[in-house]
């Protein structure tokens, strides 16, 4: 099946400073990629649609200049946690489509991030 | 917003089959249902997907009521691996359509 990685699969950084995560779809284009957040114990919320080429669209409450996500091609899709703080801390999962004809949708592994 | 409800959790022993509701009562036409699961700390992991008639393949199966107003995933011989949370969601038929999450239901499955 389809694959979807992420990098990095942990990180922790300092209050203030600013972290990028990866996601690619290896052996398929996406031209549309999601991300999502969760926190412990509770379900995958949704935070932004990426398209490639174009500006991501953000969910409701979700601050655009804080969560800054890139889709410079069809196969990676990144998004920057600026000025990180402990409240961000938190599961970071990424997902894209192989296309219209396909109902699956895939899944990155996950990155946990830690803010101190 | 959850369009779905689902139990908070449920217990399984190994070898046996788990039955997991689900209920969709406003669904719409052009609705599918879609199951994910989710293994501890990893992405969510598609199953399985329907409209109307009951589907089958090598994880699971999916009943759907005739009126489609709620649906069963059947694990037919459940086995530790299969300890995750179970989100069932519904989702028009366009691939690129969101997912949105509800709060799932946990399923223990014990020896």
């Known amino acids: 099946g389809a694959v979807v990685s992420q990098h990095p699969s942990r990180v922790i950084c300092k209050s203030g400073t600013s972290v990028k995560i990866e996601c690619r779809s290896l052996d398929f284009q996406a031209t549309t990629m999601f991300w999502y957040r969760q926190f412990p114990k509770k379900s995958l919320m949704l935070m932004a649609t990426?398209?490639?080429?174009?500006?991501?669209?953000?969910e409701q409450g979700v601050e655009k200049d804080k969560f800054l996500i890139n889709h410079a091609s069809l196969t990676l899709s990144t998004l920057t946690v600026t000025s990180a703080h402990p409240e961000d801390s938190s599961f970071y999962i990424c997902?894209?489509?192989?296309?219209?004809?396909?109902?699956?949708?895939?899944f990155g592994p996950g990155t946990r991030l830690t803010v101190t | 917003d959850a369009k779905t409800t689902q139990p908070t959790s449920m217990d399984c022993a190994e070898g046996r089959a788990a039955n997991l509701p689900c209920n969709h009562s406003t669904i719409s036409g052009n609705e599918y249902v879609y199951w994910y699961r989710q293994i501890h700390s990893q992405g969510p992991q598609y199953i399985i997907h329907?409209?109307?008639n009951n589907e089958t393949n090598e994880m699971a199966s999916l009943i759907i009521t005739e009126d489609r107003k709620s649906s069963t995933l059947i694990l037919p011989h459940a086995t530790l691996r299969d300890t995750a949370v179970y989100y069932c969601i519904v989702r028009d038929e366009m691939g690129f359509q969101k997912l949105v999450f509800g709060t799932g239901t946990r399923l223990l499955v014990s020896p």
């Open positions: 997902s894209a489509n192989p296309g219209q004809a396909s109902h699956e949708q895939y």
């Open positions: 990426s398209n490639e080429g174009s500006k991501a669209t953000y």
């Open positions: 329907g409209l109307k």
